[in-house]
């Protein structure tokens, strides 16, 4: 390596999924590390992990670590140990059925139990489905505002729509974080 090469920053952040069992996790996950979209998934059993190296510029590089747990009840012993060392989630939500607050609200104290600020990206998946939709943004804002979230957005595992850009800002919040 040169004299005058500058090491460049190297990140590595694991990131959960959470979100009820077909909100759509495994989807999105799939469509960003795999570039596709199956219309019928195999129901996750247990916890996958995916690598994904986002386009790195001169200053850094980064990877993400992404966990995908299934949603079903009888895995949920073990979220503590899935959302451990996580830096952020992606909290999923199925645009075509309106959520309850308290179902949030324990998604976020589950994946707040290790790290009480850890960034949320709130993700309202299915976004495609457009005649079916039964979430409205002000909805979605305002929980973005009660849980200090990172912010909102809309994708569709099926079509891609913002499914980079989700993953992107994820990462940007991340790195920003990473700087005093
Ligand atoms: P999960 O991992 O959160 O449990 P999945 O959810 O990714 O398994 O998705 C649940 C169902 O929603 C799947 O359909 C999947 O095809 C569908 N789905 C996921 N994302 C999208 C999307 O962006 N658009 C549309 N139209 N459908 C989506 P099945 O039929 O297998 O239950
Ligand atoms: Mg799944």
């Known amino acids: 390596m040169g004299i005058n090469s500058v090491e460049k920053r190297k990140y590595l952040f694991k990131i959960v999924t959470i979100g009820e069992g077909g909100s759509g996790k495994t989807s999105l996950?799939?469509?960003y590390?795999?570039?596709?979209?199956?219309?019928?998934?195999?129901?996750?059993?247990?916890?996958?992990?995916?690598i994904k190296e986002l386009d790195s510029?001169?200053?850094?590089?980064?990877t993400l670590q992404l966990w995908d747990f299934s949603g079903?009840?009888?895995?949920?012993?073990?979220l503590g140990n899935y959302v451990?060392?996580?830096?952020?989630a992606l909290l999923l939500v199925d645009l075509t059925h309106m959520p309850e607050m308290e179902e949030l609200i324990e998604w976020v104290n589950i994946v707040r139990s290790h790290d009480p600020v850890l960034p949320i990206l709130l993700v309202g998946a299915k976004a495609d489905l457009k005649d079916l939709i039964a979430v409205e943004d002000e909805f979605m804002l305002n929980v973005v505002?009660?849980?200090?979230?990172?912010g909102y957005?809309?994708?569709?595992?099926?079509?891609?729509?913002?499914?980079?850009?989700?993953?992107?800002?994820?990462?940007?919040?991340?790195?920003?974080?990473c700087k005093y």
């Open 29 to 31: 996950l799939r469509r």
């Open 33 to 50: 590390v795999e570039g596709k979209f199956d219309e019928s998934t195999v129901l996750t059993v247990g916890v996958d992990f995916y």
């Open 57 to 62: 510029n001169s200053e850094a590089e980064c």
């Open 72 to 78: 079903q009840l009888r895995f949920r012993h073990m």
């Open 84 to 88: 451990m060392g996580a830096r952020a």
């Open 145 to 150: 505002n009660t849980f200090n979230m990172a």
């Open 153 to 177: 957005i809309k994708t569709s595992a099926k079509t891609g729509h913002n499914v980079n850009k989700a993953f992107k800002l994820i990462a940007k919040t991340l790195m920003n974080r």
